[in-house]
């Protein structure tokens, strides 16, 4: 059962109109569907009707208000055919019924909090009725919801509401909901339940007014206020970048605490995991908040780029999810700091989308097949998708994007759309031949760009080599040059902005490579330059430079580029780390030269910019230094070379750390604000960097902290600083820190995941014990991810033990989490996808428990896909 690409055809039959009855019940919820099909008069005649189901419980079944005896239709959970469908329009009319309470897989209808609410994208909508659920079959949906009143007072559907009322002497009532947008089954939703809300009205571009509001659990309304103003920022933002103006009279988004991924797009309805809706200063971090932003204006820019121009099949996912990280990420930028937050992009770019890259799970951003699609909500899909769409502004500049993007908009408007057609809209509007370009979105695998310069003093002549190179993935062996759009300049010695001129560097200062190795020479250069290339990480390349550390240091302190000012520090810090953990040794002068110039720097300029400085100060993570060697990886080593370093820069930097510490503590009230978050995050990394330079000081530092902490953000980074620190001040910090927050699960999350971190060998001990508190449950995806997903995707060291207890429990973990929610449980194992580049010990410990997995009967497809990915020989 693989789904390919090339198999492609358009539906036999289409569905204009759906009309959905539901009447809520915790474990016998009644659905009638009344489907308006008719032969698609591009798709073959003569075929039978077959639609989707998963596990339905059928009732019913009409056809034109005759019911259907056996033997004209056959059903099983799985499907349902007709085997001779009228050949004109007819009416389906199927009755099923539904337990949500029982509905662990948390797709289709299930209870999350005793409320009912749904999820359908990508393949939930045939857990409720059968269908044709596929996105390109779009159909105007009314929506009936029926409840007992005193279960759910708030009753929510797609589009408009219509009309309500009680059902006379029933203790039940109703509302109708209508959503005039054609859409696809996957964008369908509902809510049911006790909610509280916090509304406003948002009058739009065009003038027109719509009710928009968050739903939370009733006593929390205070806690969903930053949400409704982010909300509310989105909506202004994609009228002014973009021209996009709200559709509807209504929109709501509604957060429930059971929730597979962060939130869905839901037309008009979208349903939100809690974690990225609910906010206080007492509760939530910096991080926290500006997560919530972003997902808010990610689901809310779905509107357009996703609900309004639909996909046509899966595999054009990146069509609405690379452009909608796009999008998300230009609002996050505007609203807050720029070069921050392209930093922040591009740090989790590389640590989730190179490692996918390079690993056995590998695929093209629209990939061309697929077992189960749940498994292709990647980083690869998601983040290298909007890195294109990047790339593409970036070779075609800011005007044309937009004209194209209006094109785009207005041809496919209230269609199922491809990478084909969006591409085309640029192509159109700037006169190009994109069709290179496209192979981006084929090609799998990260582009490793080397960068060669040449001097010739007498000519004053500057040359740059450069040559592209793709290493090979699962299922493409060779491939073939892309188009690189790389924005560069070039610095003096001393740092000042070089004006040398190269007629094949375009006027916004990006030369595009489009083949394996090309050179382009800049005249008028006196003396030797240092390069600055990919600016503002203009492709999602991996860049090899033949500078020297003492070169790369000036462009810390000089560069133009904020971005490749962070990049300066993070390469030469990556390069001693590289040789610390393999055992080549550092002079204590390579040492000195990097700490030098960032004490140097953040004397200067920390202060001007907070936030940037602590981007500076933080060093690459064990596990960008695991991915950057590559092969036969030791965790333990990587992990003693970061904590040296570190020690190293806190003792230079000591006395400028001890002052930022001193001087940024918090003085006046909490605000989410980039500026405030910048100033804290400063003085944490100077906490953290003094508390690896000296335990005690840290200690000290941290316990006053954490006793003194007027808010989340500065009370977590100090309880993270004492997990670093063994002895009874930690114990007792973790104590009061569970005594403190008890009654707020998405709190105690934090401090799972902060205990799950300790490098220590008793972690493992400490984990299995923390699934016996009792705020833990295996049923939700929040307490696992942030125990057991975070133990290993965070704790390098004990995930990967050299005795193989890291990997045999979170096995197992996995096999107990598929017998509830495969979703959740295929997630949690693509933590094993470094495991080929680990030394052989290591290795051999986690293939065995990658074959313990796959050797397991009844395994989901979701898990079944992933195990037999990350073990297939390359
Ligand atoms: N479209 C949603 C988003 O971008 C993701 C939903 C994915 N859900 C799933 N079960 N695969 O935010
Ligand atoms: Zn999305």
Redesign the pocket.
Known sequence: QIVRLEDYRPSDFLIDKVELDFRLHPTATKVTATLSVRPNPSGRSDVPLVLDGDEVNLKAIALDDRTLEAGEFEANPESLTISQPPQHSFRLTIETEINPTANTKL?GLYRSSGNYCT?C??E?FRRITYFLDRPDVLAVYTTRIEAEYEEAPVLLGNGNPVESGFVEGTGRHYAVWHDPFPKPSYLFALVGGRLGRVSKTFTTMSGREVDIAVYVEPGKEDRAGYALDALERSMIWDEQVFGREYDLDVFSIVAVSDF??????NKGLNIFNDKYVLASPETATDSDYANIEA?IA??YF?NWS?NRVTCRDWFQLCL??GL?VFRDQEFSSDERSRPVHRIAEVKALRSRQFLEDSSPLAHPVRPIQYRE??NF?TATV?EKGAEIVRMLKTIIGDEDFRRGMDLYYDRCDGRAATVEDFLKAFADVTGRDLSHFARWYAQSGTPRVSVHGHHDEAAKMYRLDLRQQTPPTPGQPTKEPLVVPIALGLVTQDGQPMDAHCERVNSRGVFVLDKTEDSITFTGVASRPVPSVFRGFSAPVKVSLDLSNDELLVLLRHDTDAFNRWQAAQTVAMRLLVSLSTGTPVSDEEMASLSSALCAFIETDALRDPAFAALALTLPSEADVAQEIGKEVDPDAIHRARKAMRRHLGNACREQLLDFHRSLAQTESYSPDAASAGRRALRNAALDLLAAADLRTGEQLASTQFETASNMTDRLASLSVLMTIPGMVRENAIAAFEERYRSEPLVIDKWFTLQAAIPEDTTLERVKRLMEHPAFSINNPNRVRSLIGNFAMLNQVQFNRADGAGYAFVASIVLRADELNP?LASRLLTAFSTWRMMEPTRRSHARRALQSIAQKPNLSRDVGDIVNRSLEES
């Open positions: 797709m999820q994208e990508a939930g597979n991924m962060g939130a869905m797009e997902i990610h689901e779905h996703g609405k999810e909608t699609i749940n909500y998601y979703q």
